[in-house]
């Protein structure tokens, strides 16, 4: 900080001793050293002050980082212990669905066209549509199980009150003109 060497300390004692005289110069020599060792036990006590703040600064972050590390770790476990309980439920899982599959069939078959039961459930449906085939047209139709294209439609007869009635039936679904009534 201060570079004073030999020469200038030598310089400072005789100007003091010119200006402060021979009788006040130890008297003055020993507050000087008096203030100097205050002032050093001071700075001492600021800078070991400082060093202790920022060791315990330092150890609450240690202690902080290794209470971290820990929930982490904690966590990290638990995290790797449930996924190990479900890798394991889904190795139980396809194992169980292998086993199943082995089993037993996932679809039923079909009863075949041949089955008497299945062949009044196809006699009773198409009495219920209004038309039941005979024998020759069940042999016929190997698969075919749809509908009729269109239902019978029965005929009204002709009378004057109903006349607009029969033009309406009459008339296509796709015929847009309206229809006059005489």
């Known amino acids: 900080m201060f570079d004073v060497g030999l020469m200038e300390m030598l310089v400072i004692g005789v100007v003091a001793l010119i200006v ?6 130890p008297k003055a020599a020993r507050q000087l050293g008096f203030y100097v060792r205050k002032a050093r036990q001071s700075w001492y006590s600021v800078r070991a002050e400082f060093e202790r703040e920022l060791a315990a600064d330092e150890l609450k972050r240690s202690v902080k980082a290794s209470e971290l ?33 082995q089993s037993k069939p996932l679809l039923e078959p079909m009863p075949l066209e041949t089955d008497p039961e299945w062949d009044s459930i196809r006699s009773d449906a198409r009495r219920q549509i209004g038309r039941a085939p005979s024998e020759t047209e069940l042999a016929g139709q190997a698969t075919d199980l749809s509908l009729p294209e269109a239902a019978v439609v029965p005929q009204v007869e002709t009378t004057p009150s109903n006349h607009a009635v029969q033009n309406v039936e009459e008339a296509s679904p796709t015929d847009t003109k309206p229809v006059a009534s005489p």
Request: zero cysteines; charged letters at 35%; aromatic letters at 0%.
């Open 20 to 25: 402060l005289g021979p009788e006040r110069l």
């Open 69 to 101: 590390t820990q929930s982490l770790q904690e966590a990290k476990q638990a995290l790797q212990d449930s996924v190990a309980e479900l890798r394991d439920e889904l190795k139980q899982g396809e194992a169980a669905l292998r086993e199943a599959a």
